[in-house]
């Protein structure tokens, strides 16, 4: 009998394509939800990836120019008062404050030093809600994932036990399918989750990072400013 058990289970497919055609339509909508969430995440953490890899090039790239010597109106001349760069508009922000605050005859109108500050911070708090975009949707999936895929396995759990009742009969052939699709769920949640977490936790730095070389520059070129303001 325990022969004929193995022979019978030895010939159900387990693969995922035959589980996930077996599964309840509850344990099924779990699937494809977890399956969208990891693809989603995927999308965002090649993008992110590849789009703070250009922006620490262009800050790198722009950071030699505006410590090349080269006149400051010059160099806002070149960049232009909407540049692409991140690290760009934070000096076109300040220096479109810069040129503001002069009046037509020359003099400057007082605060200017405070107005240029708040220009560039700003910038530079605009150019974080693009970096951090998408980053809230990685933590989600990452704390949700495992629960959902657990709320799958208890309801595929559930619903081979009742079949289970029905038959009458708790030999392999019977259990093991049913657990099996079950167990799927939780899989893919561990699965879309694990990868959320820690790409989140490094784009988060990287993010942090990024923003902080921006502060550092902006507050190298308010005290530029301010030594021109005081002479």
């Not at 560039?120 to 605009?126: F, G, L, N, P, T």
């Amino acid at each position: 009998m325990e022969t004929e058990t193995l022979a019978a289970a030895a010939e159900i497919d387990f693969s995922f394509l035959a589980l996930f055609l077996r599964a309840t339509l509850t344990v099924k909508l779990v699937v494809i939800l977890l399956i969208a969430a990891s693809f989603w995440s995927w999308a965002i953490i090649i993008t992110k990836l590849i789009a703070y890899r250009t922006t620490r090039a262009a800050a790198a790239a722009f950071d030699r120019k505006f410590w090349s010597g080269e006149p400051l109106d010059e160099l806002f001349d070149q960049v232009g008062p909407t540049p692409e760069a991140a690290a760009e508009k934070v000096f076109a922000a300040g220096m479109i404050e810069w040129r503001r605050s002069h009046r037509a005859d020359g003099g400057l109108i007082a605060n200017a030093s405070s107005r240029i500050d708040r220009s560039m911070d700003v910038a530079i708090a605009k150019e974080g809600e693009a970096l951090n975009k998408g980053l809230s949707f990685l933590a989600t999936v990452a704390s949700t994932a495992p629960f959902v895929g657990l709320f799958g396995t208890v309801m595929g759990i559930m619903n081979a036990f009742i079949e289970i009742a029905a038959s009458q009969n708790t030999n392999l052939a019977v259990v093991a399918p049913g657990i099996a699709e079950a167990l799927m769920a939780t899989g893919l949640g561990l699965l879309a989750a694990i990868p959320a977490a820690v790409f989140y936790n490094k784009l988060s730095v990287d993010s942090d990072n990024i923003l902080a070389g921006y502060e550092a520059f902006a507050d190298e070129f308010a005290t530029i400013l301010s030594r021109q303001l005081d002479s």
